[in-house]
RNA sequence: GCCGCGUUCGUCUAAGGGCUAGGACACCUCCCUUUCACGGAGGCGAUACGGGUUCGAAUCCCGUACGCGGUACCA
């Protein structure tokens, strides 16, 4: 028997993927290179009424930016293809006749308005979900209440059925799970799923156990709102092909917004993103935010992502994939919910922002500035520059306000905190510094700052009444890296023309 | 309703029977800095409740409350 670990990632394609759909590829991808195995991702389009055009491309995308790459995948294939359910339709019918002949599951012939029918007629409110389980499956038109040629005269006719999972009344079923440890279900309390629909594709149910079977997947993690429905997961193992094989599960805990259950609507109410990347619908062309273009590094937002329900049991919070990679314990997972803090997840962003060099901040910064028209050919200068104000943005668009003053001069100067005790004098002390400036374009730093103290010692002016309107003549605002550290990238002829248009300005 | 899962500072969490329950985000104070940040030092702040078991419980057991999930020919 092998023992090498695979693991699969099966997203839907129905549109975007939110956090905790981010955080389950993240927790497969983990434990898959931890345990040196492979990392599969399955496409799970068996429900063609909710597929949306591009929402696979956009998941290959997402998972690409994260550096979650799998080894296998609709994309690249692999040795158990083919990777998308609507592409293995015909191999799950076998499969459920098996269960039909082995009485484990039943055809039932019940078309949706009897469904309906019958669910409003037992509707009660000690009851508000009537179940199709052994009581409701006796009064039924399916293949267990119905006499055998009655069965048969539908089959050929073609009538239009499901396969259904025939509950065993009164038995436990138990799942060790990697997180929870044992977990128990009577199984009167669970329906008879269906397993296979009237038009030939299996539900979740029956592909999941089909799928993961013949994919050769030894472990298996999921959100945690799949719990309820293990036991038939369980039994269908059972059936099929043995438990003895059955992958080991894990139901990761639910990621909450700050109300709840985190939804999309939480992103648009409280302004954070609630999406990987950006993502619009089609449909209806509504956009759902990204933190892709919120202005996340994708090593921030897998950190924050891999701590939010879980962490190694030590202090550190700062991790990369690698050290990911290396420290990840299925065992330390949480099971408790986890809300998801907008705050804390900048701090993070801050975090490796601070921590990247300027060489890899560069693409991502270039292509900010570019966007805004600025000159971006000198790759040296822009190094310099982000080094220069990266400790100052927590997003990657702060790059735009806190760096801008090194592409445009000022269009406005933020002169209150010094406009009250300007002077002639210090007016007249400008019009010299700018005259001296722009007569020595190369200095360096320090000599120029040399200069400037030395002049205001001239003009019998303190410094440092002096040293702040420089800086807002340089830059607009009271902020931004030393000042005359500044004046040098700028050079001499620049910071003079600024200085004399700001004097303009302020009057 | 029924079934299942969960519950440590406002939030993310550490401590898996034994020191004043530790860290981080946020917030507040101070220091550094003649800008904004970074950084540094402090402060505020939690074991849901009630019973057991034990010399000793955040930790183990039972109950209660609350929260969440499921209860589709959706995943």
């Avoid at 099966?10 to 993240?26: C, D, K, Q, Y």
Wanted: charged share 25%.
């Amino acid at each position: 028997m092998s023992s090498k670990v695979r693991v699969r990632f099966a997203p839907s394609p129905t549109g975007g993927l939110h956090l905790g759909g981010v955080r389950t590829v993240l927790y497969n991808y983990l434990f898959a290179r931890h345990h040196g195995g492979e990392f599969v991702l399955r496409i799970e389009d068996t429900d063609q009424s909710r597929y949306v055009p591009g929402a696979e491309e956009y998941i290959y995308e997402t998972l690409e930016w994260c550096g979650l790459v799998p080894d296998e995948s609709p994309l690249k294939g692999g040795p158990y293809g083919p990777y998308r359910q609507s592409e293995r339709k015909p191999m799950y019918r076998p499969y459920a006749e098996r269960l039909v002949a082995a009485g484990q599951a039943y055809y039932a012939f019940d078309t949706p308005e009897e469904l309906d029918a019958m669910r409003s007629e037992l509707r009660t409110d000690a009851n508000p979900n009537p179940q199709y389980d052994g009581q409701v499956r006796a009064r039924m038109r399916n293949s267990l209440s119905l006499p055998p040629d009655e069965v048969q005269r539908l089959l050929d006719a073609g009538t239009p059925h499901v396969v259904r999972i025939k509950m065993p009344p009164g038995e436990t079923v138990t799942l060790t799970d990697m997180i929870r440890g044992d977990v128990s279900f009577d199984t009167s309390t669970v329906d008879d799923k269906v397993l296979l629909k009237a038009d030939g594709m299996p539900t979740y149910h029956l592909a999941v156990v089909v799928d993961d079977h013949l994919m050769k997947i030894t472990h298996a993690f999921r959100g945690e709102e799949w719990l309820p429905s293990a036991p038939v997961h369980i039994l269908l193992w059972r059936y099929l092909f043995g438990e003895d094989a059955m992958p080991q599960w894990a139901h990761l805990p639910l990621i909450l917004g700050p109300s709840g259950k985190l939804s999309k609507r939480d992103g648009a109410r409280y302004g954070f993103p609630v999406f990987a990347a950006n993502w619009t619908d089609p449909k209806s062309n509504e956009l759902t935010e990204g933190f892709r273009e919120r202005g996340f590094l994708p090593e921030a937002f897998v950190n924050l992502l891999a701590l939010l329900g879980w962490n190694d049991g030590t202090d550190q919070e700062l991790f990369s994939l690698e050290e990911l990679v290396e420290r990840f314990s299925i065992q330390k997972v949480h099971k408790g919910g986890a809300q998801f803090n907008f705050e804390k997840a900048q701090w993070f962003n801050h975090e490796w922002i601070k921590r990247s060099s300027p060489a890899r901040l560069l693409p991502e910064v270039k292509a900010l500035f570019q966007s805004k028209g600025w000159d971006t050919k000198d790759d040296a200068f822009l190094e310099t520059v982000i080094g220069l104000v990266k400790e100052r943005c927590t997003l990657l668009a702060d790059f735009v306000p806190q760096a801008g003053f090194f592409f445009e001069q000022p269009s406005s100067y933020d002169s209150a905190s010094f406009i009250a005790k300007w002077t002639p004098e210090k007016a007249a002390f400008f019009e010299r510094l700018a005259d001296t400036f722009g007569q020595e374009p190369d200095v360096a730093d320090a000599d120029r700052e040399a200069a400037f103290k030395s002049a205001a010692e001239a003009a019998a002016i303190k410094p440092g009444e002096l040293q702040l309107p420089l800086r807002v003549m340089l830059v607009g605002g009271k902020f931004g890296p030393p000042v005359f550290t500044i004046a040098g990238l700028l050079g001499g002829a620049e910071t003079a023309a600024r200085i004399r248009k700001a004097l303009a300005a302020i009057g």
